[in-house]
């Protein structure tokens, strides 16, 4: 008999991983006006289970570790599309009105019952404040925008990991000099990014607008599931502008872990403990939130071993030269296996580790003892 864990592992994979946006309007999803561009190929990725290790209180993860064949890249083209102002995530329609959502998803725990990222009354008070603005008009755009726009994991995977797809439109002639949109109100991080990567003519939504042909690049994951090609070309491209913009400092420590006592989510009541064993086992404690992205950038290439709390800061493992990652959980969210699925992506090893179920005391003596256990292992770093 299945666990509930494992249902609902099943439904979220079944449900979120749809092939195409969808509209949720009057008019059926295959009645939006829309041209689907198709690039490159499918691609496999197949785990190597020796690389991964997780912890058996962790029961979901191990679910999530399994071959995945990602779809070929794909973007979409909209005539006359519309999207409203002011908004970190901001909606798409087509020329008849229809909302089109890039992660519109079946929620696995009410059967049959579509859901958007706009609750009813927030998608109401989005078209009324929008009613008072003005409509810009453009001839054409490609739209860098997504859920959850201002979280450091969405921004960098689910916005610049779109940055692949852009280029092989530009590559087959699709696009050229086409500005990119994206959301107003982005965090300093991302401005920081954009800054960095020198992105071209960037339009940010201030105002409502109308665009003849709009083009939406898809996702570079599906639910859990990373594309490796396109966070290599996200890495690549990330790590060549900070190494030409001057020398590296060498490395001080190539054990990192990254703090969360700031943060305002899944904040551990232990974490002060569990920071004082990572210092004991060789590790430097660091607040990512805190640093420049550019030094972010550079601490992890010279990283060897990542740990923390599942938390975004974790995405700076895409630019270890290989990584090496040691997630720990403080709540049974062993479904999020975002980071798991990055390491193994990028041919790194990864261990998950459940710092809960038990009394802080059990916890923190099985932290140390397996991280007496796993860091002998884990050095010297596999050979870039």
């Known amino acids: 008999m299945k666990s509930p864990l494992a249902h609902l592992n099943e439904a979220i994979a079944a449900h979120q991983a749809l092939p195409l946006e969808l509209a949720i309007s009057r008019r059926s999803a295959s009645e939006l006006k829309y041209t689907v561009h ?9 785990p190597n289970a020796g690389d991964i290790d997780i912890d058996e209180h962790l029961p979901g ?30 909606a798409t329609f087509d020329r008849d009105g229809c909302l089109v959502a890039e992660s519109l998803v079946q929620n696995p725990l ?44 969405h921004f960098l995977i689910d916005i610049l990991g779109k940055l692949e797809t852009a ?42 607008i109308r665009v003849r ?43 990192i872990y990254i703090s969360r006592q700031d943060a305002r989510a899944r904040a551990n009541p232990a974490e002060a403990e569990v920071e004082t064993i990572f210092k004991r086992h060789g590790f430097a404690v660091v607040n990512m939130s805190r640093l420049p992205v550019r030094e972010q950038v550079q601490l992890m290439l010279g990283c060897r071993v990542l740990a923390g709390f599942h938390g975004a800061g974790l995405t700076n493992l895409i630019f270890m030269p290989v990584p090496q990652v040691f997630e720990l959980f403080g709540a049974p969210h062993d479904f999020l296996s975002f980071y798991m699925n990055l390491t193994s992506g990028l041919g ?37």
């Open 167 to 208: 280029a092989m439109l530009a590559r087959m002639g699709l696009v050229r000099d086409v500005p990119l949109l994206m959301p107003a109100g982005l965090p300093g991080f991302a401005r920081h990014y954009i800054e960095l990567l020198d992105l071209g003519p960037v339009q940010y939504l201030h105002d409502k």
């Open 213 to 255: 042909k709009l083009h939406l690049p898809a996702l570079c994951r599906t639910v859990n599931f990373h594309r490796p090609s396109s966070v290599r070309y996200l890495r690549d491209s990330i790590v060549a502008r900070v190494q030409a913009a001057g020398p590296i400092p060498p490395p001080t420590h190539d054990r």
């Open 110 to 153: 009410q059967r049959g019952r579509l859901t958007t990222i706009y609750s009813p009354l927030a998608f109401g008070k989005k078209r009324l404040r929008n009613c008072l603005k003005r409509w810009t008009v453009i001839d054409e755009g490609l739209l860098l925008a997504t859920q959850f726009s201002s979280n450091y994991y």
């Open 61 to 90: 993860l191990r679910w999530w570790r399994r071959p995945h064949l990602h779809d070929a890249r794909y973007s979409l083209q909209l005539e006359n599309a519309s999207i409203p102002a002011g908004s970190i995530n901001p």
């Open 38 to 46: 198709t690039l490159g190929e499918a691609e496999l990725h197949t």
């Open 348 to 384: 790194g090893r990864y261990r998950g580790f459940a710092a809960y179920d038990t009394d802080t005391a059990t916890m923190l003596r099985r932290l140390d003892d397996l991280l007496g256990a796993t860091l002998p292992l884990w050095n010297p770093a596999r050979a870039d």
